[in-house]
Nanobody, 117 residues
């Protein structure tokens, strides 16, 4: 089992940037495809990005393509989400997740991102 802890959220003005981090413990991140999801108030959790683990594809939601970048540092057992050109619609709790087979099995507790207009 892997434990995930997100950090880096906060309050930022529209047009600004944030970098979220997700630190893993328990097992190496290199064992998993990693992804980011978000949940805005009153809305369902939605997919944001997933990385190209072991030669696969890097995937992004259409709403964040060209603005967000997912990356990882296996030596630090950490995955990142660089978020640029933020807008108020990006306000949400952001979660990282580790995939097992085709299931997003492990989840962090989330970090709040608030973008003011």
């Amino acid at each position: 089992q892997v434990q995930l802890v997100e950090s880096g959220g906060g309050l930022v003005q529209a047009g600004g940037s944030l970098r979220l981090s997700c630190a893993a413990s328990g097992r190496p991140l290199s064992n998993y495809r990693m992804g980011w999801f978000r949940q805005a108030p009153g809305k369902a959790r939605e997919f944001v990005a997933a990385d190209n683990w072991r030669g696969g594809t890097t995937d992004y939601a259409d709403s964040v393509k060209g603005r967000f970048t997912i990356s990882r540092d296996n030596a630090k057992n950490t995955v990142y989400l660089q978020m640029n050109s933020l807008n108020p619609e990006d306000t949400a709790v952001y979660y990282c997740s580790a995939q097992v087979s085709t299931t997003w099995r492990y989840w962090g507790q989330g970090t709040q991102v608030t973008v003011s207009s």
